[in-house]
Structure formats: structure tokens, C-alpha cells
């Protein structure tokens, strides 16, 4: 199995691709997730606490976002293998 997906000009192979309870989820999804989650956190506490929250909120929205992507495509694949 040499490509797994094909996302525009990038081509995901199996070492771009990592398991999570016996499934496969895509790095680079992982990584947009987390940035999502960092802009979200800083606009939203650099608005409450000025660079400090932002600074702040990017670091806890990036961890969260992540977080929420690893969760779901765990789901997903619990969802999927139940079957």
C-alpha cells in the first residue's frame, strides 16, 4: 500500500500516518487541528488578557485541539471496528 489518501499536491504514505486504537489518522490533519485551536485560544483570551492570554490561550487551545481530533478519530475507528 504506497498512498494511502492524496490531499491536493501532498500524497500521505504510512509513515505519515499514525494509529490510534487500531486505526490510522493523518498527521497533517492533527497539526491543523492543533493550529485551529491555537488562533481560537489566542483571539479569544488575548481579548481577556491582553499578549500574556494570548500567548497563553495558544498553547492551551493548540493541546486542546489536538486533543479533541485524537478523541474523535478514536471514536471513529471504535465506531467502525464494532461492525
Avoid: C, H, Q, R
Amino acid at each position: 500500500m504506497d498512498n494511502l489518501a492524496s490531499v491536493g499536491m501532498v500524497e500521505l504514505n504510512e509513515e505519515e500516518l499514525m494509529m490510534v486504537d487500531g486505526g490510522f489518522f493523518s498527521v497533517t490533519d492533527l497539526g491543523w487541528a492543533a493550529a485551529g485551536g491555537a488562533i481560537s485560544g489566542a483571539i479569544t483570551y488575548g481579548s481577556i488578557g491582553g499578549a500574556p492570554g494570548a500567548v497563553a490561550g495558544a498553547f492551551t487551545g493548540a493541546a486542546l485541539g489536538a486533543l479533541d481530533y485524537l478523541m474523535t478519530e478514536a471514536g471513529k475507528t471504535v465506531v467502525e471496528s464494532s461492525f
